[in-house]
């Protein structure tokens, strides 16, 4: 069987078994083209879905007002014309299409496949639709803009996300994409499982596919997609992982073997993220030194191109091709 991501017929090699979640535990291979890594027999549906019982919507509080502000640069940068559409797909609560629409006055939609997120998006006058994105029928098609911020990690068939986002997209029109470095964030689990922990999970819930650099420019290659922009980022979490910085081994193992045997989490109530967002604008002062420290990094990594190998995380910026 060739490689999903990069489509070399080398034969991968087995790394170690991992739990997808506390049910599933699947064998991990290594892509001997590409050095991606991929779970092999592929998920299941059903298996998928044992992934998001916790809740995985904690992060949607703390991040809201980053992820506006995320959304408002997003459209000074790729909102060029005075109308257009947007579409973020696996938009959660909304909050990057809620940046973008206040900055750009573009028509703005999502994607996204939890029903309470759903609602909780239209109650605020957000065309949101419920499902996978290929599943989509409905969509305001075609798009200027495509974002597709940590979604491809998640996909149960990455192919057939980004050629159903080349097909939604207008004729040169952007997709973005940022996902992890797949190498940095599958490398706590092998090593944990290496240091003899008998059941050890992914990083995050949910991450089934983890792209090497190589891989992930093959896949958009070959959907039809010109990578136009290649950043990577969050370096300082890459050397967490890779059980660098005072305190990792620590945090590794409580993020990826305690995590199996505490309770579950239930999900958090979506009715309560105004109030929490308003207390994160009150913090003003903190909120500006993150974001002049955030500027300076940015502006460093301009000069200094960091090697993708020493990222966590690539924000990838591709131009749609001619069919
Ligand atoms: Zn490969």
Redesign the pocket.
């Known amino acids: 069987m060739?490689?999903?991501?990069?489509?070399?017929a080398?034969s991968?090699a087995f790394v170690t078994d991992l739990c997808l979640s506390r049910e599933v535990t699947k064998p991990l291979m290594e892509?001997?083209?590409?050095?991606?890594y991929s779970f092999s027999p592929r998920p299941t549906g059903p298996e998928i879905a044992t992934c998001y019982v916790d809740d995985y919507r904690r992060d949607f509080f703390r991040t809201h007002a980053k992820n506006k502000r995320r959304g408002a640069a997003l459209a000074r940068s790729y909102a060029l014309g005075a109308t257009g559409r947007f579409l973020d797909v696996g938009c959660s609560i909304g909050s990057m299409m809620e940046g973008f629409r206040e900055a750009s006055g573009w028509d703005v939609a999502g994607t996204e496949f939890d029903g309470e997120c759903v609602s909780f998006c239209r109650s605020k006058g957000l065309n949101v639709t419920q499902g996978l994105l290929y599943d989509s029928a409905d969509l305001p098609a075609p798009f200027q803009v495509i974002l597709a911020n940590n979604v491809l990690e998640h996909e149960p068939d990455p192919e057939k996300f980004l050629k159903a986002a080349h097909g939604l997209l207008a004729e040169n029109g952007k997709l973005i994409l940022t996902l992890p470095n797949g190498r940095v964030d599958a490398y706590p689990s092998v090593q944990l499982r290496k240091k003899g922990n008998e059941r050890v999970t992914t990083y995050n819930e949910g991450h089934i596919n983890f792209f090497?650099r190589?891989?992930v420019e093959?896949l958009l290659s070959r959907s039809g997609f010109q990578v136009e922009e290649f950043k990577p980022f969050h370096m300082k979490l890459a050397l967490k992982k890779r059980f660098l910085l005072p305190g990792s081994e620590r945090k590794n193992k409580r993020t990826c073997v305690e995590r199996l045997t505490r309770p579950i989490l239930p999900h958090s109530e979506l009715k309560s993220i105004e109030v929490q967002a308003s207390h994160d604008f009150l913090s003003t002062s903190r909120k500006a030194s993150a974001v002049a420290m955030t500027e300076v990094f940015s502006r460093l990594a301009g000069f200094v191109s960091l090697p993708s190998s020493l990222a966590n995380d690539f924000r990838i910026v591709c131009r749609k091709n001619s069919t």
Do not use: E, L
């Open positions: 060739s490689c999903r991501f990069c489509g070399s080398a991968p892509c001997a083209a590409c050095g991606s090497s190589a891989g093959a």
